[in-house]
């Protein structure tokens, strides 16, 4: 059942203007990034790593939650249109199906983004002339990124699913990510769902270790998948099924 969902999830992303945002929205923090290395070149010493710092310090707190947030959003629009939810929540499918399936979508969506972005600061330091060797911690950074980004597609289906409004959780989502900086500054990074995808990328602190453990940072971003998963199948067994 859940593939049957799955099928029709991936149907919607087929000529969809989602994948216009894919491919530009991640050159955008990659351009501006670049651009702040270039400037900043006697201050930034650590050639890959500093220009990392550049990248995420656009990407994570700004393009990224706001670009997950478009994913999720596009992913509940058809079904909150002409009242479609009645149709959705009376198909033979467990609500928990409906869930995971946009849950798996979005979370692969995640992953190719972070791909990308991964392809893009390669391409970037290329550019600046960058001659040390790419480090060889990216595939962890784009990893750790993932999962945390995969927390927030949760949480931004969650809002998706209550607010029925496709530009409302894209803003709360961009907000969630500016607040993220905040918490990540004061230390509690690892206990805020929209700090999670940069505290993974290490984008402060790319050449050390994370500023927590991988076991707490994987066990919160667990707990976290689990509450909004639960909440979103209780939201759509109270609610959808009743107001459509």
């Given at each position: 059942?859940?593939?049957?969902?799955?099928?029709?999830?991936?149907?919607?992303?087929?000529?969809?203007?989602?994948?216009?945002?894919?491919?530009?929205?991640?050159?955008?923090?990659?351009?501006?990034?670049?651009?702040?290395?270039?400037?900043?070149?006697?201050?930034?010493?650590?050639?890959?790593?500093?220009?990392?710092?550049?990248?995420?310090?656009?990407?994570?707190?700004?393009?990224?939650?706001?670009?997950?947030?478009?994913?999720?959003?596009?992913l509940c629009r058809l079904e909150h249109l002409n009242h479609n939810w009645n149709s959705t929540m009376t198909a033979p499918v467990p609500i928990s199906c409906i869930y995971l399936a946009k849950l798996l979508i979005a979370s692969s969506m995640v992953l190719l983004t972070q791909v990308w972005i991964g392809v893009l600061f390669i391409i970037s330091g290329k550019l600046t002339g960058l001659t040390a060797p790419i480090p060889p911690e990216l595939p962890e950074w784009l990893l750790f990124g993932t999962i945390g980004g995969i927390v927030i597609c949760a949480l931004q289906l969650c809002i998706s699913l209550v607010i029925r409004s496709f530009a409302v959780p894209v803003g709360l989502a961009l907000i969630g990510g500016i607040s993220g900086l905040a918490a990540l500054a004061k230390g509690y990074g690892v206990w805020f769902p929209y700090s999670l995808m940069s505290l993974g990328m290490r984008a402060n602190h790319p050449g050390g270790a994370?500023?927590?453990?991988?076991?707490?940072?994987?066990?919160?971003?667990?707990?976290?998948?689990?509450?909004?998963?639960?909440?979103?199948?209780?939201?759509?067994?109270?609610?959808?099924?009743?107001?459509?």
């Open positions: 059942m859940l593939f049957r969902t799955l099928r029709a999830e991936q149907m919607k992303l087929r000529h969809s203007p989602v994948w216009l945002a894919f491919f530009i929205l991640p050159i955008l923090p990659a351009f501006m990034g670049t651009f702040n290395y270039l400037q900043n070149l006697d201050l930034l010493q650590t050639e890959w790593y500093s220009l990392w710092t550049q990248h995420t310090l656009f990407s994570c707190y700004f393009f990224l939650p706001a670009l997950i947030g478009v994913y999720c959003s596009y994370m500023q927590c453990s991988v076991v707490q940072f994987s066990l919160n971003c667990l707990l976290y998948l689990v509450v909004f998963c639960l909440f979103a199948v209780l939201w759509l067994e109270k609610r959808d099924v009743k107001t459509g």
